[in-house]
């Protein structure tokens, strides 16, 4: 069974930065792609950023784009996502991602509360 853990979230100024990190226990087989994707208050699920397992592609939703940045530790099997420029629309639970190709995700974590104050 995999487990994702994240952590790194919290309450920060707009403006601001902050790192969260995501890792997986257990076996995951093969070549996976971590990700990244957020719910705010009242809204559904959104897509944040993706890295995909051959050659560390990745995939940016258009908000976060230019402010976000994606990177992973296989070794660690850790994801990480950057993010700077913050916004008070950027407030939402983060979740990590983990699957065997962009798009389609196997597992989740439970998620990382980021709230942006204006």
């Known amino acids: 069974q995999v487990q994702l853990v994240e952590s790194g979230g919290g309450l920060v100024p707009a403006g601001g930065s902050l790192r969260l990190s995501c890792t997986a226990s257990?076996?995951?087989?093969?070549?996976?792609?971590m990700a990244w994707f957020r719910r705010a208050p009242g809204s559904e699920r959104e897509f944040v950023s993706a890295m995909s397992g051959t050659a560390n592609k990745t995939y940016y939703a258009d908000s976060v784009k230019g402010r976000f940045t994606i990177t992973r530790d296989n070794a660690r099997k850790t994801v990480y996502l950057q993010m700077s420029g913050l916004k008070p629309e950027d407030t939402a639970v983060y979740y990590c991602?983990?699957?065997?190709?962009?798009?389609?995700?196997?597992?989740w974590g439970q998620g990382t509360q980021v709230t942006v104050s204006s």
């Open positions: 991602a983990v699957g065997g190709s962009p798009g389609y995700y196997d597992y």
């Open positions: 257990g076996y995951i087989s093969g070549i996976y792609t």
